[in-house]
């Protein structure tokens, strides 16, 4: 069972700059490596939503059209960590920010992290 931790989450002014990471564990049968990985949001009274993909190696990368530009996913293989930086933010950035790790079709989530980006 894989374990997801999200941290990095607060309140930020827009235009402003946060960093989110995901922390992974729990891996018996295969490696953080062996896992697409995504991040997810979901805004007050909205669906949750794709934000951002990185592929198993991080070697391709995959936006919302509403984040391109802004936001930029990575990982990191060794410390098994995914990252977020999420610059130039907009009141619609706010959400809970969600880590999804994905094998086989089967995915697992976080708990999440409350991003607000308030005035």
């Known amino acids: 069972q894989v374990h997801l931790v999200e941290s990095g989450g607060g309140v930020v002014q827009p235009g402003g700059s946060l960093g989110l990471s995901c922390a992974a564990s729990?891996?018996?049968?295969?490696?953080?490596?062996?896992?697409?990985m995504n991040w997810y949001r979901q805004g007050p009274g909205r669906e949750r939503e794709f934000v951002a993909a990185?592929?198993?190696?991080?070697?391709?990368?995959l936006y919302a059209d509403s984040v391109k530009g802004r936001f930029t996913i990575s990982r990191d293989n060794v410390k098994n960590m995914m990252y977020l930086q999420m610059n130039s933010l907009k009141l619609e950035d706010t959400g809970v920010y969600y880590c999804?790790?994905?094998?086989?079709?089967?995915?697992?989530w976080g708990q999440g992290t409350q991003v607000t980006v308030s005035s």
């Open positions: 729990g891996f018996t049968d295969f490696t953080f490596s062996s896992y697409a």
């Open positions: 990185i592929t198993r190696a991080g070697d391709s990368t």
């Open positions: 999804n790790a994905v094998r086989d079709s089967k995915g697992s």
